[in-house]
């Protein structure tokens, strides 16, 4: 059976980077006999300025025959004067409520090639593998009611709503405790139980959750207590559960941990394990069209993709062993530079991860 991957690059570095991830599927194709075909559509800018809007009615109908779908970034300043109702931002946002991605898988592995871009020290990093899950459709960032208004004194006042289902959280349990399940069966759940009584039921629901799982320990912890132990000892975790802003802010503090943002994948998935699979950056104006931008988190997000959606481990594996051997090699873009290795540029770090994938072939 021949899957079907939408192909959205984007704006800015999205094109570059998504060029690349593309000979990675190819050679993957051509070489190891994988059944799959890409379909490009538009979104975000180039969406807006092809069709007028950021999220054409097209894009979203091949995304939902697809089997999976494969992002680069949305955005630019070309756009930011825009109405919110049409900026490229909006794109993003309607594909993930309208294919219902609520689960949002953000690894953040620091690869020991790369230890001395860590802004921590190596013995804190080092050996660094950690999942950060957070819930994507639901919590403050959509609960009603929302917006601002003149209170009984005359004050402007802005007002959002902190609300959960436990549905809701439950789905987002069953998710992280069954990854966990494929890594080192052990899931920290962040709350703010103590102030918060949204979190309270979440940090009940999980408990009963996790009776399903007694191969997996789950602990709890404290929304600021998470943040400071993910720069004291990041270690200590291996697959971290929260609600979506908790989560918004703990994954781009665990994202920083490995260095360089150009290097880590993501995924946000829907009850079924269709997903979406972007790198967790954006598309970067400032580099876009100098063919300088790191293309291994977009490379590292077809792995997810092959991972989660297409169950296919072995093929995860072997593009995460190319980008190792290429990193071994000494090859390094801009954003992940030291002395003493080799400076290359999008296209020339995307042929050595495919040359490596394909030598691993013979
Ligand atoms: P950004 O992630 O685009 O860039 C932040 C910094 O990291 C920049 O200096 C950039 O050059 C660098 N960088 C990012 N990716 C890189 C890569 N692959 N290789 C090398 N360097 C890389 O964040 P920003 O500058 O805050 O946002 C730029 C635009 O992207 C905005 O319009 C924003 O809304 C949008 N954005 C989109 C997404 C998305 O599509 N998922 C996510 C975040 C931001």
């Avoid at 320990?217 to 600021?224: G, I, K, N």
């Amino acid at each position: 059976m021949t899957r079907k991957i939408a192909v959205l690059p984007g704006d800015g570095i999205g094109t570059e980077i998504v060029a690349e991830a593309l000979k990675v599927l190819d050679c993957l194709r051509q070489d190891f006999g994988l059944a799959v075909e890409t379909e490009e559509a538009l979104i975000g800018g180039a969406a807006y300025d092809a069709k007028g809007t950021p999220f054409p009615e097209e894009t979203l109908s091949l995304c939902q025959a697809a089997d999976a779908v494969l992002l680069g970034a949305v955005g630019g300043p070309k756009w930011e004067s825009l109405d919110y109702s049409v900026r490229p931002e909006r794109g993003l946002l309607g594909l993930r409520s309208e294919l219902e991605l609520f689960a949002n898988l953000r690894p953040a592995i620091l690869y020991p090639q790369l230890v001395g871009a860590s802004t921590l020290k190596p013995e804190v990093v080092s050996g660094l593998d950690i999942l950060i899950i957070r819930e994507l459709t639901g919590g403050i960032y959509f609960g009603q009611p929302r917006g601002r208004r003149i209170n009984e004194k005359g004050q402007r006042e802005g007002y959002n709503t902190l609300v959960y289902s436990e549905s809701e959280i439950r789905r987002i349990g069953h998710i992280a405790f069954q990854t966990a399940q494929k890594r080192n069966r052990r899931v920290c759940s962040v709350d703010k139980a103590n102030v918060l009584e949204c979190t309270e039921l979440w940090r009940e629901v999980m408990i009963e959750v996790s009776k399903d799982y007694p191969d997996v320990a789950l602990s709890h912890m404290y929304v600021d207590n998470a943040a400071m132990q993910l720069v004291r000892a990041p270690k200590q975790f291996d697959v971290m559960v929260t609600e979506n802003m908790f989560g918004d802010i703990l994954s781009d503090c665990a994202a920083m941990l490995t260095g360089s943002i150009g290097m880590l994948p993501s995924a946000s998935l829907d009850q079924n394990g269709k997903g979406m699979y972007e790198p967790i950056h954006g598309s970067a104006p400032d580099i876009a069209g100098k063919g300088i931008a790191n293309p291994i988190a977009t490379i590292l997000s077809v792995a997810m993709l092959l991972r989660y959606s297409f169950d296919d481990a072995a093929s995860a594996e072997r593009i995460e062993r190319a980008v190792v051997a290429a990193l071994d090699a000494g090859l390094r873009t801009t954003d992940i530079y030291s002395e003493g290795t080799r400076k290359v540029d999008t296209a020339e770090m995307g042929d050595a991860i495919v040359s490596a994938l394909r030598a691993s072939n013979s």
